[in-house]
Structures are given as C-alpha cells and as structure tokens.
C-alpha cells in the first residue's frame, strides 16, 4: 500500500513539480525512486495571455542565462491583478519606445498582515526567456563563463515580433552585460513603503507594513521551484540593489528569511 | 478662405484642448501640494480619485496619514513632468521629492503617480513603483 502511495505521489510530482500547476494537491513528501526524500512544495502558477505590444522591441535569451532572482513590490494597492499591472506597464512605454508587456516575470497577490484578501496566488507575467525591464535601464553586471559562452553563441538576440532576430552589442561591455538579461523580476503586489508625498498610497508610519510568513513563504517557494528547474539561479537581491529605489520597500529587512524559507525547501541563494 | 478658416479653428481648438491638460495636471499637482504640505485635506475629493480614495482605506485614514506628514516649507510649484499612457485615458506623472529622514536631506526620485480623468477632471488614481 506504501508503495502504491510513493508511486502516486512521485507520478504526480513528475507531473506537476516546476510547470504550471493549476490542480496540483498541496506539498506532500515524495520518495523519489532513485533519492532521498526530500519535501516537494507545489507552487501554483495561474498562467493567463497578457496582451503584449506588437510594436515593442525586446530580446529572447536562453533561461540559463539567469543567475538571479529580483524582488520587487509593486507599490499599488494589494488587491491590483496581475492583469491590471500588465495594463499599466503597456501604458507606460512612449509611442517611440513602448513596452511589450508587464516587466516582471511572476506576480503575487498576497494579503496584507491583518487582512484576508486578495486570495494568495501566483500568476506568470512575462515569460522566462524574454528579457524583462526591471533592474536598471543600463547596469551593468558581470557575466560568468557560461553567460558569456550563451552571448558568445549568439543566443541573445532583439528585436520586433515577427521581425528579425540579432545580436544588439549595446548590452554587453567587456564581460559586463545588461542586469535585465540575467536576472527576473518577481512582483509582490502592494505597497511596502511608508507614506510619502511621492507615496500617497503608502503604510502609516506608526504601522509598518510588513510582508506576512504567508507572503514570504510564497516567494521562498516559487524561487526554491524556479532553482529546482533552473539550477543556475542561484542569486536573490532586491531593485534597489541595482537601482536608487525604495522598491521594494520593507520586504527587504525579510530577504534573510526568504531564503532561510527556500533552505526548508532545499535551495540555497546568495 | 471658408476651409482655412475651419482649419484654423480645429488647430486652435486641438491647442486650447493639450493646453488645458497641462493647466489641469500643474493644477491637480499644486493642489496636492497645498494637501501634502500644508494639510488642506478639503482638497482630497478633488486630487484623488474614488477608488484611490477606496482602495487607501478611506479618507479618515489617508486624513490621518496626512496629518502625520511632517510639514514643508511651501514651494513656489510642483516639480512634475507627465505625459499620456499608451493605453486608454491614463497618465503618468512624477515627482521630483526632497525626503527629510532624520537629519540628512536626499532626493528620491519616486516612483510614478497615474493620473486619470474621473468625470471629466483630473485625479490622482495611484502610484507604480518605478519600472526599471
């Protein structure tokens, strides 16, 4: 009966474990076959079409470019949809230079600590292997031996929908390279800063808002099945690590225990 | 002469109309101004619009942040530059700031305000964190 339970549960975790998940049944402990136990948290992506900009120009790239997880908040209130951001991101390019799509590639809707909504969930924004637009317009990273063999190979390329493809030399330096191209963007929708006048929507000073255990578990999660896929990602910062920002507001005192979280899970980042 | 005259008159009118979207944003600003800074919270209605004022909690509670801002000298005008989304009537705006953290004055460039028309006015429907 054991068995028939493992096989069950391994049968569904090949199925389910790292692709968008939509049934998948919440974490239980798989015995792999050929492994240790170790424990398999499932990480429900909703996956929906976003409109994008025919018009915009943007780069593919081969995921294992990505060394590094970004986390940003979205600075909009909690209850924001993932498709409302998408909205507000075609806005925002000019007509010269419009955005093709949101800049992040995950997006999470996650409640407020004392609060129930919105419903916690995890929706994929702009696919993996398109660049996104979220760690500073031009800095600068260092690129490892491997990106550089990826760029090298030509397989970093720009260009327009159902246009030609190239290499654009303006994103690399030397052996620095774009930090767009080997990073992505995870959004935690809400505002994490303190009020402002250039924050009107932010917390009251008297109460920090805080990302909740719920809020940051989510985010250890998704980036600990992003590592399993993508062993490369190895890295965890913040936007204003690349860019003079208070994104992402408070949830930056919590990286620590992110990835003290993502650890639990079996993943371990910088 | 009957044609370039309508001409004109179209062009005079396209003029008045991008002009009073200046005049109506530098408006909205410096009554968000005179809100932030001076505590004139009879402007709220008119700067933000309803779902802001909604999704904030309130107006007794963004009231209650507002008064909790520490005062700030005047400007002469708001520092802001704005243009037009792509897609559908909103736009965006942003701010040039001095932030006072204990003793130490920096400059935040901030993240963006999303101006939309609410009953034909000009209100502030939120902010986005800076993009990139």
């Known amino acids: ?270 | 002469m009957h044609v370039q005259l309508t001409l004109l008159m179209v062009l005079m009118g396209m003029t008045s109309a991008i002009a009073a979207d200046e005049k109506s944003m530098t408006e909205l600003f410096h009554k968000y101004d005179m809100i932030m800074d001076q505590k004139k919270v009879e402007f709220i209605d008119e700067v933000f619009s309803g779902r802001f004022l909604r999704e904030s909690g309130g107006k007794k509670q963004l009231v209650e942040k507002i008064n909790e801002l520490a005062p700030m000298a005047p400007k002469s005008g708001p520092e802001i530059s704005w243009r037009k989304g792509l897609k559908g009537e909103v736009y965006f705006a942003r701010f040039r700031e001095r932030a006072h953290i204990k003793s130490k004055t920096t400059e935040n460039e901030g993240s963006e305000f999303i101006v939309i028309k609410e009953n034909g006015k000009l209100k502030i429907d939120g902010t986005i964190s800076d993009g990139d």
């Not at chain 1, 692709?19 to 015995?31: A, I, K, L, Q, W």
């Not at chain 1, 031009?138 to 760029?151: C, E, K, S, T």
């Not at chain 1, 980036?223 to 896929?229: A, F, H, T």
Request: with cysteine; proline share 9%; hydrophobic share 30%.
């Open chain 1, 1 to 270: 009966m054991k068995h028939i339970i493992g096989l069950v549960l391994t049968l569904l975790s090949s199925l389910c474990f790292g692709e968008d998940c939509v049934s998948c049944p919440p974490g239980p402990t798989v015995t792999r076959p050929n492994g240790p136990t170790w424990p398999v948290e499932f990480t429900r992506i909703r996956r929906i079409n976003l409109e994008r900009n025919p018009n915009a120009t943007f780069c593919r790239r081969p995921v294992e470019m990505v060394d590094t997880i970004v986390i940003h908040h979205s600075e909009t209130p909690s209850t924001h949809t993932t498709e409302r951001i998408n909205d507000f991101h075609l806005s925002r390019g000019t007509a010269a230079d419009p955005w093709l799509m949101i800049a992040y590639s995950y997006a999470i809707n996650s409640p407020y600590p004392g609060t129930s909504t919105p419903q916690s969930l995890v929706t994929e924004g702009r696919p993996l292997e398109i660049v996104g637009s979220h760690a500073g317009t031009g800095i600068l990273v260092p690129m490892n031996r491997d990106q550089q063999r990826l760029w090298n190979q030509g397989r970093i390329v720009c260009g327009r929908e159902g246009g030609p493809f190239r290499v654009d030399p303006s994103h690399i330096s030397g052996d620095r390279i774009k930090a767009n191209f080997t990073t992505i963007g995870i959004v935690v929708i809400g505002n994490y800063s303190p009020f402002s006048r250039s924050n009107p929507n932010g917390f009251s000073p008297r109460s920090p808002r805080n990302p909740t255990r719920e809020t940051q578990d989510l985010l250890a999660r998704l980036s600990c099945q992003l590592q399993k896929k993508y062993p490369g990602i190895r890295n965890i910062k913040w936007h204003s690590f690349y860019h003079p920002t208070s994104c992402p507001g408070t949830i930056i005192n919590y990286l620590g225990q992110i990835k003290a979280l993502a650890r639990n899970y079996g993943c371990t980042f910088n």
